[in-house]
């Protein structure tokens, strides 16, 4: 059991930095970082839609997504990148477990906004009414409420049993728009709010479920903020005619400024 060789890269992280000091200790926390198995598992907010630099499959893994980023960064023994863009739960528990095994040591995950409906709910408020957009959300939210824990559970429960020893790191969801910020088009206020109430609706849940099993949860609503979608410097792509999947999605400076630090913190 490998106890050990994440709580290791931990502490040579530690030491490394007091050790720089004194210019020594740099091979020690290379070492460690090199015992570290890596699965990346979840949606496209891990696969990286949005950043670019995709891999050429259909689930548009990005180079420039946060996992990919810190695996390029620490070196890990082995780097597994199984997210997928349009994921929903069944998918992760279908076809992106198969790496996790008990010499897994670190495991990524961020997963549950498409079985929401996130795509419709952002369709459906771009193209009809306020009404229509307001129903849709408050028909996602009460999903969240009913269904989406039971579909965490499934998830987490396997992630576990596939995986006893690995630490797991749960990414939540970016809120979308800065309200009161520099869009003088598209949604109305009102919308905009909802659909950052919903986002929190389903972070808290999400969290919950992370908790409960044992897993940190890691909000990427603190580092998104001053970043939002009409903040005047988004990390979000807004309604993106020309490629219509990015929409809505992290850029690559939403990857590696929002998602990137947080997943590190959680380390």
């Known amino acids: 059991m490998k106890m050990s060789r994440l709580v290791a890269f931990s502490s040579s992280l530690l030491l490394g930095a007091a050790l720089a000091l004194t210019g020594a200790g740099v091979a020690n926390a290379d070492s460690s970082a090199a015992a570290v198995d890596y699965v990346a598992l979840g949606d496209s907010y891990s696969s990286g839609v949005g950043a670019g630099g995709y891999d050429g499959s259909s689930c548009k893994r990005s180079s420039r997504a946060y996992p990919a980023l810190w695996a390029a960064a620490n070196s890990p023994s082995s780097f597994h990148f199984a997210a ?12 992106q477990l198969g790496r996790l095994n008990a010499s897994t040591d670190l495991v990524s995950i961020s997963i549950g906004g498409n079985d929401a409906g996130f ?17 849709r959300i408050a028909t996602a ?7 989406l824990p039971g579909r965490l559970d499934s ?4 992630i576990r049993s596939k995986a006893p020893s690995a630490q797991v790191v749960v990414l939540g969801y970016p809120r979308f728009y800065r309200l009161g910020g520099s869009c003088i088009a598209g949604l109305s206020e009102k919308e905009r709010a909802a659909i950052n109430g919903a986002s929190d609706h389903l972070n808290t849940a999400t969290a919950k479920r992370a908790a409960d099993h044992g897993f940190t949860f890691g909000d990427v609503r603190t580092t998104f903020t001053g970043h939002e979608i009409c903040s005047g410097s988004s990390w979000l792509h807004s309604v993106n005619w020309l490629n219509i999947g990015e929409s809505y999605h992290p850029t690559a400076a939403g990857q590696s400024g929002g998602y990137l630090p947080v997943f590190k913190s959680a380390l």
């Open 84 to 95: 997928c863009s349009g994921a929903r739960t069944n998918d992760v528990t279908g076809s």
């Open 119 to 135: 795509a419709d709910v952002m369709t459906t408020c771009v193209l009809q009414s306020e009404a229509t957009c307001l129903n």
């Open 141 to 147: 939210r009460a999903y969240v409420d009913s269904t």
């Open 155 to 158: 998830v987490y429960s396997a």
